[in-house]
């Protein structure tokens, strides 16, 4: 892939690109693992509390309002949805695999994985070989509940080297701009979006194609 310019600041010649969605495709809902689609493609799974804005972000960063069903319907919020979305970035096409985890509950505490997610899940977040990223959706105004922090850690536990953690914190709009920057200095590394005024999602973007693509921005 060609080197991505290093946008400047006040540096009006080049640009930062940012990697733009042109095509985005329903796959199949899947109960686990075993029922999946073929492992073709590199995928990006997005977890977090049910209602974090999870949908929304998926849509936000597919370039399309309804793709992932804002309110799903009741019996297909537990199961696994994959989508394909095709990128271009230059004159170069790609395509990446957006995988959409059931949100998990609001228990405050838990003494093992089995009460935050089904098996089939844990299963499938720890042998899925395609998958290179993990976006963990956390909500902005609290940044610290115990189940995401547990997930977290979880997931950390198990990364290969080849896949990479990435937390996005959704409802940046619900802070003041003193409370974004405290938040983004708590945790370094993490993206702010607001799907309301639709902003972050570019360094979503950029995150996702140097980890699948490793492109360079
Ligand atoms: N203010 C604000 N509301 C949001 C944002 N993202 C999602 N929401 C709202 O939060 C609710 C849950 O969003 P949804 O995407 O369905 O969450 P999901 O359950 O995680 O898939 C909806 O009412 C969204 O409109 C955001 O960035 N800012
Ligand atoms: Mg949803």
Excluded at 19 to 40: C, N, T, Y
Excluded at 96 to 116: C, N
Excluded at 177 to 200: D, H, M, T, V, Y
């Amino acid at each position: 892939m060609p080197k991505a310019g290093r946008g400047k600041e006040n540096d009006n010649v080049k640009e930062t690109p940012v990697p733009r969605p042109v095509r985005a495709e329903f796959l199949k809902s899947a109960q686990g693992i075993g029922d999946s689609v073929e492992e073709s493609l590199s995928e990006v799974v997005f977890l977090g509390r049910s209602n974090v804005g999870k949908s929304s972000t998926i849509n936000l960063l597919s370039g399309r309002k309804n793709l992932a069903k804002s309110s799903a319907t009741p019996g297909k919020t537990r199961l696994i949805n994959f989508f394909d979305i095709g990128y271009k970035l230059g004159e170069e096409d790609y395509t990446v695999r957006f995988v959409d985890l059931p949100g998990f509950g609001y228990a405050k505490v838990s003494k093992s994985m089995k009460e935050i997610w089904q098996k089939n899940l844990v299963e499938f977040i720890r042998n899925r070989t395609a998958i290179r990223l993990f976006i963990h959706l956390r909500d902005a105004r609290h940044p610290r509940t115990k189940i995401d922090e547990e997930v977290e850690r979880y997931i950390r536990e198990f990364l290969r080297p080849d896949q990479r953690y990435l937390t996005v914190f959704t409802k940046a709009d619900k802070l003041k701009q003193k409370e974004r920057g405290a938040l983004l200095r708590e945790f370094p590394g993490a993206i702010l979006i607001s799907n309301l005024k639709k902003s972050g999602q570019d360094r979503i973007q950029q995150e996702i194609f140097q980890t699948i693509f490793g492109a360079e921005f």
